[in-house]
Each structure stands twice: as C-alpha cells, then as structure tokens.
C-alpha cells in the first residue's frame, strides 16, 4: 500500500490492528510529551518493520509512528504475524533481530542527542535518512528535523548553513540534497557507524534469512 508522508501510522497508547513492513517509505518513532514537544528516537526504513511492539505481549503501541518519506509498505494484520510469531520459527527469530536492532538505534539516538553537536546530530539523521532512500535527496523541512532532534529550528537551520559551507550538501524548498556522502560522514559522530554496524549484524539481509532458514531446518 501506498503511504504519504505525514500519515499516522500508529499513536501511544492506541490499540492497531496492523503491522507494517516499510519497501520504500521512512517512518519515524517519535515519543511526545503532554504540551506537544515531539523527539524522534529511532526510524525504521526496508530492513525493518513498524508495530514490532504489538507482537511482544503489548496492546498499544509504545509510540508515534509517522511517515516521513513517503512510499510503498507491505501492511499485515498484527493477528496474523503475531500467531506466526508465537510459533517460535524462522519468523520470529526475525523479528527478534528486528526488535534488537530497533532498541539499538534508540539507545545510540538517545546517547548522541545527549552528547553530542547539533551539527553531529544532523549529519547522523541525514545519514539515516539517505541509507533508507533512493538517491541523494532527502524530503524534509527544517522545521521537521527540529522537531526530529529537539532541537531550536534557528538551530538546524544555521547547522545546514555550515554544512553547506563545506560543500557537502545543498539546500532547495523543502529538501536536501548531498553532494559529497564522504564529506558528510567526515561531519558525523561515532553514533551513525555504530547504529549502521549493529544493523548490519542484525537484520534480516538475504545472507542472514538464508542462513536463518539453515539454523531453523527450513533450508538445505
């Protein structure tokens, strides 16, 4: 199914009935305080899914899940994917990897917003965004990635001021487009590796579902 950027996939505390395994879209998890302040605390692109937490025993969903990027989603019933799950198979030992590989990026996220530049962070969530995206353009407003970070948007707009600078990216209407990935990456924090490794290690990559398959008996 198609999803359109800005669309609310699933809100705290309220029960959903389906899952959703992103081909072309960017979601991002965000967790909102009572007066409406919004922080992003991981994103899920193809090599994950959203609504994991509707299969490990919780009702509602633990947070906010809207569309960034827009794009396509393979969407399941969350009864459907959870029987499989509890079947203890292939599935749910994907799923588990997913989950892991989720709760690492939060951790990572939650450790660079406290740690490090607004500059640093930034880089890291464009770098995020452009291994989930084709091309080099990013669809995002200032106001967004403030919003993403937590951050002031005088912030994230003099940050971009100083990338460009460097000549690294450019900056149009409502996007952002990277010239040199190389010398964005040089700009970031240890944060985007580490979040990149752990993904690597941990999801289901066609390597890692055929030797899943092998482990579970359900290939030669």
């Known amino acids: 199914m198609p999803l359109a950027a800005g669309d609310v996939l699933q809100a705290a505390g309220i029960d959903r009935e389906n899952v959703y395994f992103p081909t072309q879209a ?64 292939v599935v749910c030992h994907i799923l588990l990897r997913c989950a892991q590989s989720l709760l690492s990026q939060v951790a990572q996220t939650s450790l660079c917003s406290r740690h490090h530049r607004v500059e640093q962070q930034l880089s890291r969530w464009l770098l995020l965004s452009l291994d989930r995206v084709p091309g080099n353009e990013v669809g995002v407003t200032h106001e967004w990635i403030a919003n993403a970070l937590g951050v002031r948007r005088e912030s994230v707009t003099q940050s971009l001021a100083e990338l460009r600078e460097t000549g690294c990216l450019e900056t149009g209407r409502n996007r952002i487009t990277v010239l040199d990935r190389a010398a964005l990456e040089a700009q970031t924090c240890e944060c985007y590796s580490a979040i990149k490794l752990e993904y690597a290690r941990l999801a289901p990559n066609r390597h890692g579902v055929d030797n899943t398959l092998r482990t579970h008996g359900y290939a030669e």
């Open 26 to 89: 960017v979601i991002s998890l965000q967790y909102a305080t009572k007066n409406g302040d919004a922080l992003e605390v991981a994103r899920i692109g193809y090599e994950s899914v959203c609504g994991i937490s509707l299969l490990m025993g919780g009702e509602t969903a633990s947070c906010r899940s809207i569309v960034q990027h827009p794009g396509y989603a393979f969407r399941i019933r969350a009864t459907m994917l959870k029987r499989e799950f509890d079947r203890g198979g």
